[in-house]
């Protein structure tokens, strides 16, 4: 019986070890994403052929969950489109999460699937009710679908929208 305790503490100690291991690599996943956006819009600045006054964000899926944290840290964009995204509370507070969220100011669209398995309404509904954004300059729609596809005709009027009316002139 004594074995198997110390069998049983030593494996737990490893699991919390794997845990924080897993955790420490997330946090330098994003902080390699916020470097890398960051470098890509300052050389998209320096692009003859791009208009460095119109910059937008595009997330679909994960690129709309684990990604978002670099609207924290990046205000050169205009707005955000943000498809099938959310919250993810198990993101590790100190590199993204929920505790950033109020931190949010850039205008966003989001579009989501009303029974989405993946992504479910209330993750969504957490990014848009925390972030910092002011309610005039985000909008959240749920379509009858689940996470992908998303109805095509509405989805591009819906997104069109927003790149018009946040596009600097």
């Keep these: 019986y004594r074995l198997f305790k110390i069998f049983e503490k030593n494996l737990k100690s490893e699991k919390l070890k794997e845990t924080e291991e897993r955790l420490r690599n997330f946090r330098e996943l994003l902080r390699y994403w916020t470097v890398d956006t960051h470098k890509t819009l300052n ?7 791009m208009d460095s006054k119109n910059f937008f964000y595009l997330g679909m899926s994960y690129g709309s969950i684990f ?10 964009y205009n ?6 995204g959310g919250a993810n509370p198990s993101s590790p507070p100190m590199s993204d999460g929920i505790n950033h969220l109020p931190r949010i100011k850039t205008p966003f669209l ?10 479910p309404k209330s993750s969504a509904l957490t990014l848009y009710n925390f ?3 002011s309610e005039e300059n985000k909008k959240i729609i749920f379509y009858n679908s689940g996470h992908w596809p998303l109805p095509r005709n509405q989805m591009i009027k ?6 018009e009316e946040f596009t600097l002139k």
């Design 79 to 84: 707005a955000a489109l943000l498809y099938v």
């Design 67 to 76: 990604t978002t944290h670099t609207l924290l840290f990046e205000d050169r």
């Design 158 to 163: 819906e997104s069109l929208a927003t790149l």
């Design 110 to 119: 989001m579009l989501n699937g009303e029974d989405d398995y993946l992504v």
């Design 131 to 133: 972030s910092g954004t």
């Design 43 to 49: 050389y998209l600045e320096t692009r003859q052929d």
